[in-house]
Nanobody, 123 residues
């Protein structure tokens, strides 16, 4: 089992930046993928970005690469999401997720979840 804990959400103005963190309760090993998902009220949960622990390969939701950057620190068992030039439509609950194996893009393909952190972008 792996417990995931997010931090770093909050309220920011349009155009601002936030960095989210997700820390795993233990070392997850190389064959492990972690991802950030978000869900806005009335919307389905969608993948934002994902990273493969072994070689830091990444995936981004179309149109987010360039504003959002996913990274990981193996020594700290922590994944990050740097979000820049934030827009009102980025407002959502952001959750981190993990799975053994390769990067996947559907929420149902992930086994471990954090509780989520609210990101609110005010216009």
């Amino acid at each position: 089992q792996v417990q995931l804990v997010e931090s770093g959400g909050g309220l920011v103005q349009t155009g601002g930046s936030l960095r989210l963190s997700c820390t795993a309760s233990r070392s997850v090993g190389g064959n492990f993928a972690m991802a950030w998902f978000r869900q806005a009220p009335g919307n389905e949960r969608e993948v934002v970005a994902a990273i493969w622990w072994f070689d830091s390969s990444t995936y981004y939701k179309e149109n987010l690469k360039g504003r959002f950057t996913i990274s990981r620190d193996v020594a700290k068992n922590t994944m990050y999401l740097e979000m820049n030039s934030l827009k009102a439509e980025d407002t959502a609950v952001y959750s981190c997720a993990g799975r053994t194996g390769n990067i996947m893009t559907l929420a149902r393909q992930y086994d471990y979840w954090g509780r989520g952190t609210q990101v609110t972008v005010s216009s």
